[in-house]
């Protein structure tokens, strides 16, 4: 008999969960410990050998830790995942597995900014260097691929433009060339689009945002789909002899979550980025009810878009659903049950222009928070051009899609006429 | 029978006793020997089948089924093959020989012909999986690596031991 296919909703509540196996308890204990004793000498050579599973040190895996390790690999339909402090923590835990000093990356244009200075700056200091690219064109993806390059990198959702990539588009490019493409699915979070579903062959997430949702707390995930081919020549790291790990080859031992011990055992273990036992516990809870906040985020973030985009002070509303938006096509195709919380608008300028009613606008609200964070159950506001990307001059800004006038909403969970409430009467003051 | 589901991969591991690892290597990190000692350190018995040694994990090692068959007492439940797709219609008719109750081809090894040749004579047959993984997937270990393991429930596990 074939196992049971679980729905997601199930899954959002028990993957990576059974009852505790000392006590019985039904919530996920937190672990709070940092090492685990060995049963034995042989026992802990085993477990340094990687000859049996197990715990040593909470810096490596943590009981706790790992029960948000399969929730959020069960939910992208992934074969495994490692969780990181931060969202940025495990990006750079998957990426300095797939390349090292000589090897090239190529990127979509559109970031979060994080991410671009991430790549620009940090990843160019060690030497792996990026081609930035237009995301809307997967040609030039292909065209940017060079002999080194080790891995493509978009974002379902790109932060700010809230533009939408063609991932099955772009999943051809990279498997053409052999390389897998890692996938930021930060906003749309796995509830919106399940990209490994699409062909990605890694998924990045801060699950500081949707995933868990309340804004309490830091964290990241990789997922490893399983299905990429890391003996194809490519990938020499995976396939010889360990440096980092005693001569383990991981591809051969582990076979589909190599990539993901790889990333355990040499990134995670000698960065060390770990994750809180505490933290994971948290976004675990609010892992439980993503099923139902997304659809109200999604439900609420497309009504006000719809409800600026008929106001006559505003001058353009982007939101990938929005009847006429750029990226609608790629958005049904893509997020068919809602294109996230997210969306931007610009107020029309007064005798001051669109840039000084933005900053009225930010400090005319009421209660939604002014603060640099996207995906928490409270609705946050920011001007970008006086804020996050200040440092940028005006045509940088614009280069980065950051308009003068653009401000940037991430819809919470409150009644929906009291956020229109508050966006009204903020933009009476703003336009006045 | 094929066996590819959770209730009968549970069954087959919780039923056996003694495995025949076909193939096992005497190198510490080769996926074979991972798999044996892990097996091994979870209760179960390891027979090292491989013409290369006479001794592996410090155990006999024979050069053939029929021979380890020979010279253990106890019966062979399962035959666990780390060899290639080619070379595994020989290993069933084998496994068959010996009273062995399931042929188990490992993570990448499938052959459709001796599996149909093993469930024939009455075999549980599975392809394509570690036996180390799927113990430690489904009797609890392999989630503390954050491997998806498919397991929902609402009992406690059985062991107490990864």
Same mark, same amino acid.
Not at chain 1, 1 to 19: E, N, S, W, Y
Not at chain 1, 242 to 261: A, C, K, L, P, W
Not at chain 2, 20 to 28: E, M, P, Y
């Given at each position: 008999?074939?196992?049971?296919?679980?729905?997601?909703?199930?899954?959002?509540?028990?993957?990576?969960?059974?009852?505790d196996m000392a006590t019985g308890a039904r919530a996920l204990p937190i672990y709070q410990t940092t090492s685990f004793v060995f049963d034995s000498a042989d026992h802990a050579a085993s477990l340094f050998n990687l000859q049996t599973f197990g715990n040593v040190y909470s810096r490596i895996s943590n009981p706790t830790v790992c029960a948000l390790e399969e929730r959020v690999a069960a939910l992208e339909g992934g074969r495994a995942a490692l969780a990181a402090a931060t969202g940025m923590a495990a990006q750079t835990a998957a990426l300095l597995t797939l390349a090292k000093n000589g090897d090239h990356i190529v990127a979509a244009r559109t970031?979060?900014?994080?991410?671009?200075?991430?790549?620009?700056?940090?990843?160019?200091?060690?030497?792996?260097?990026?081609?930035?690219?237009?995301?809307?064109?997967?040609?030039?993806?292909?065209?940017?691929?060079?002999?080194?390059?080790?891995?493509?990198?978009?974002?379902?959702?790109?932060?700010?433009?809230?533009?939408?990539?063609?991932?099955?588009?772009?999943?051809?490019?990279?498997?053409?060339?052999?390389?897998?493409?890692?996938?930021?699915n930060t906003l749309a979070s796995p509830y919106l689009c399940r990209p490994i579903e699409h062909g990605a062959d890694i998924v990045i997430h801060s699950a500081t945002k949707y995933l868990g949702g309340h804004g309490t707390t830091m964290g990241g995930v990789v997922v490893e789909s399983g299905?990429?081919?890391?003996?194809?020549?490519?990938?020499?790291?995976?396939?010889?002899?360990?440096?980092?790990?005693?001569?383990?080859?991981?591809?051969?031992?582990?076979?589909?979550?190599?990539?993901?011990?790889?990333?355990?055992?040499?990134?995670?273990?000698?960065?060390?980025?770990?994750?809180?036992?505490?933290?994971?516990?948290?976004?675990?809870?609010?892992?439980?009810?993503?099923?139902?906040?997304?659809?109200r985020h999604c439900e609420s973030a497309l009504a006000i878009a719809q409800h600026l985009a008929a106001d006559a002070r505003v001058a353009w509303v982007n939101y990938p659903l929005l009847p006429g938006n750029r990226y609608e096509t790629l958005a049904r195709r893509y997020l068919p049950r809602g294109a996230g919380g997210i969306l931007t608008f610009g107020i029309k300028g007064g005798r001051d222009g669109g840039a000084a009613a933005g900053v009225r606008f930010i400090e005319a609200v009421q209660f939604l928070s002014h603060l640099a964070n996207v995906g928490d159950a409270k609705t946050l506001v920011i001007h970008p051009a006086s804020t996050t990307h200040r440092q940028l001059n005006e045509e940088e800004q614009r280069a980065a899609g950051v308009l003068p006038e653009m401000i940037r909403l991430s819809v919470g969970l409150e009644t929906l006429d009291d956020i229109l409430w508050d966006v009204d009467q903020a933009l009476a003051t703003a336009s006045r | 029978?094929?066996?590819?589901? /959770? $209730?009968?991969?549970?069954?087959?591991?919780?039923?056996?006793?003694?495995?025949?690892?076909?193939?096992?290597?005497?190198?510490?990190?080769?996926?074979?020997?991972?798999?044996?000692?892990?097996?091994?350190?979870?209760?179960?018995? /390891? $027979?090292?089948v491989n013409p290369t040694y006479e001794e592996v994990m410090g155990e006999p090692c024979f050069p053939d089924l029929a021979s380890a068959k020979k010279a253990t007492d106890s019966p062979i439940d399962i035959v666990d093959c780390f060899r290639k797709p080619e070379e595994i219609v020989p290993l069933a008719r084998d496994a068959i020989a010996i009273g062995a109750k399931v042929l188990w081809m490992q993570l990448g090894i499938r052959n459709n012909e001796a599996a149909r040749i093993a469930s024939d004579a009455g075999l549980d047959v599975v392809m394509d999986r570690c036996v180390k993984i799927e113990y430690a997937r489904l009797m609890?270990?392999?989630?503390?690596?954050?491997?998806?393991?498919?397991?929902?429930?609402?009992?406690?596990?059985l062991t107490s031991h990864g």
């Open positions: 008999m074939a196992d049971r296919k679980f729905g997601f909703d199930t899954l959002c509540l028990h993957a990576g969960q059974i009852p970031l979060y900014g994080g991410t671009y200075t991430q790549f620009a700056v940090t990843f160019s200091e060690f030497g792996i260097d990026t081609t930035f690219v237009d995301p809307d064109e997967p040609e030039s993806f292909r065209r940017a691929i060079k002999t080194n390059t080790k891995l493509l990198y978009a974002e379902t959702i790109g932060n700010p433009q809230l533009n939408v990539v063609d991932l099955a588009a772009l999943a051809e490019v990279a498997h053409e060339a052999g390389v897998p493409l890692v996938i930021d299905k990429f081919d890391w003996g194809n020549g490519k990938f020499p790291q995976m396939t010889t002899p360990s440096r980092g790990y005693h001569g383990v080859i991981f591809h051969e031992t582990f076979g589909d979550f190599g990539f993901t011990m790889k990333a355990r055992m040499e990134a995670m273990r000698t960065l060390g980025p770990a994750l809180s036992p505490f933290n994971a516990f948290l976004l675990l809870q609010g892992i439980e009810t993503l099923h139902l906040r997304m659809p | 029978m094929i066996v590819d589901d /959770i $209730v009968g991969l549970r069954r087959i591991l919780s039923q056996s006793r003694t495995l025949a690892v076909v193939g096992l290597s005497a190198n510490w990190y080769r996926p074979s020997y991972f798999a044996a000692k892990y097996m091994r350190d979870h209760g179960y018995r /390891i $027979v090292p609890g270990g392999l989630n503390w690596a954050g491997v998806n393991t498919g397991v929902i429930s609402a009992r406690r596990p």
